[in-house]
């Protein structure tokens, strides 16, 4: 009796481990013959926190049945993950870096996919008045000449890359002041938007994740506009001479998918606050001829 | 959409239980025959054997994860497996984790019942096989304790899963790593939610044990 109803209590937990184990057999015999059926897309943060896949995939998933795996991680990271062939599929901003990587011959081709913009956000009293900037350098000069706290993603992703090269721009080296009022948090963009918000800080943000990000605290977008702010996002297919694991067939059904007018269509029709958040860049134009860019 | 809420949030919740459980049994598997023979043998480099596990306790999760990733990375040596960002991969991580924080509380409590029982085995003559199994099955409740701590850390670490799981979601999102995620939302209420059922969940699983516990305890012969 008593063996019987310890048998009992400890069934159920062990039942839950042993279907783990058969789900670990399963997934090293299921890896063996290589994701039929599913894509790997190395992806940077703001595509991910801002709700675009869990706007866009559902219908990607159920009109070709391809399961997608989105992995987020930062821009650099994401290309670097990729050239291990650690991924299908790259969606990133990082246009220079992006060539390179096509030139390397780890990609195939170069897609523009979308694009938006940088803000730079910051204290709503604004101590370094940086509304009033001229130019996105100017803001920069400014948040230095005032010594304000500025968070920098410090992650080599591709607002990271973006804000060395505005500094550039600027004339100005802020690493001497890492520590002091530059801050490099080593973090994906809405951590860094945590930090900024917790420390009254200026950072630069995508406009994606700024608008849905939800712990804004006393942070106001302060400024935009800039052409320098210009953020296109790419789309690149790993390419099979560098990695033969590369799942090509549903990687190029993916990239004609977002490609196609469906795809740019749900892409602009994503909204957060009632506001448009990525702007289609492969949108088919149909000026006469009805020749599509997207190709 | 309260509904795929809920939806998410179960699936969320079972893959943290079938990875961090699934971590567990394997590594108890491993580790409580690794503790018994540490304790009860005697080789050339037991002593440095046993310092390496204990200090394996201190592994930060990360660096199992980079070490895995490196590992399982397509370029990597074992990257036709194709492991990486997958729920094996997870498991993998932490039964590295909970290694050695079994082996050594097996080792530290066989190690004491051997010196109160010694003379007695010795006196049956015992075989090395007889002796340890005896022991183990002495051990039992300090065995049930030591494999509630590995849970507790399997359960609670991010940095392995996060690197080797790629925190995908529905494949690979676990209850951390959707903190995490959440968290750098800006969703603070919802990443609480989440820290509040993990919470729970320990609790339970470390009550449930407690009473298993006090069960075994109770003289066997009734």
């Known amino acids: ?295 | 959409m309260a509904a795929t809420f809920y939806r998410d949030l179960a699936e969320i919740v079972t893959l943290s239980l079938e990875v961090s459980l699934g971590a567990v049994v394997l590594a108890a598997l491993l580790a409580v025959p690794l503790g018994a023979v540490l304790a009860l043998g005697r080789f050339r480099g037991r002593g440095a054997l046993v310092l390496l596990v204990n200090a394996a306790m201190g592994l930060p999760p990360v660096v199992v994860g980079l070490g895995l990733y490196l590992l399982f990375s397509r370029a990597g040596p074992l990257g036709p497996l194709g492991l990486l960002y997958t729920p094996a991969a997870m498991i993998i991580a932490q039964t590295i984790l909970v290694i050695p924080i079994i082996a050594s509380f097996t080792r530290e409590t066989v190690e004491g019942l051997a010196a109160e029982y010694g003379d007695m085995l010795a006196v049956l003559r015992a075989g090395f096989g007889q002796r340890l199994l005896t022991l183990l099955v002495e051990a039992r409740p300090a065995l049930l304790t030591a494999i509630l701590a590995g849970l507790g850390r399997a359960l609670s670490e991010v940095g392995a899963v996060m690197i080797v799981g790629g925190n995908i979601a529905h494949y690979t999102r676990v209850m951390t790593t959707a903190i995490t995620l959440e968290t750098s939302k800006g969703n603070l209420a919802l990443a609480m939610a989440l820290g509040g059922i993990l919470l729970t969940l320990a609790l339970g699983l470390n009550l449930a044990v407690g009473l298993i516990r006090e069960r075994m305890q109770e003289p066997t012969h009734a």
Not at chain 1, 148 to 177: C, I, M, N, Q
Not at chain 1, 213 to 231: C, S
Not at chain 1, 253 to 274: A, P, T
């Open chain 1, 1 to 295: 009796m008593k063996i019987r109803s310890a048998l009992a209590r400890w069934c159920p937990a062990l039942v839950r481990p042993l279907l783990a184990l058969a789900l670990a057999a399963g997934a090293v015999l299921a890896g063996t013959g290589a994701g039929a059926g599913t894509l790997i897309v190395q992806s940077t943060t703001s595509t991910r926190n801002s709700g675009l896949y869990d706007h866009i995939l559902p219908a990607f998933e159920k009109d070709t049945g391809i399961k997608v795996k989105v992995v987020a991680v930062g821009t650099g990271q994401a290309l670097k993950n990729a050239a291990r062939c650690d991924g299908d599929v790259l969606v990133v901003h990082a246009k220079p870096d992006e060539e390179a990587f096509v030139a390397k011959g780890h990609g195939i081709r170069r897609h523009p996919l979308m694009h938006n913009d940088f803000v730079i956000v910051g204290p709503r009293d604004d101590p370094a008045d940086v509304r009033h900037a001229r130019s996105a350098a100017d803001a920069l000069t400014r948040i230095a000449k005032a010594g304000a706290p500025f968070v920098s993603r410090g992650d080599e992703s591709g607002t990271h890359k973006k804000e060395k090269a505005l500094w550039k721009a600027a004339g100005l080296d802020p690493s001497a002041a890492s520590g002091g009022w530059y801050r490099e948090a080593g973090a994906g963009m809405g951590a860094t938007l945590n930090m900024a918000a917790g420390m009254g800080a200026y950072t630069l943000s995508d406009r994606g994740t700024w608008l849905a990000f939800n712990n804004r605290g006393d942070l106001a977008l302060l400024f935009a506009g800039d052409p320098a702010l210009y953020n296109p996002y790419g789309l690149i297919i790993v390419n099979p001479a560098h990695c033969p694991n590369v799942n090509i067939e549903d990687a190029r059904v993916f990239r004609d998918w977002l490609l196609s007018e469906k795809g740019q269509r749900l892409i602009g029709s994503y909204r957060v606050h009632s506001e448009q958040l990525f702007f289609p860049d492969a949108l088919p134009q149909k000026d006469g001829n009805g020749k599509d860019k997207a190709e």
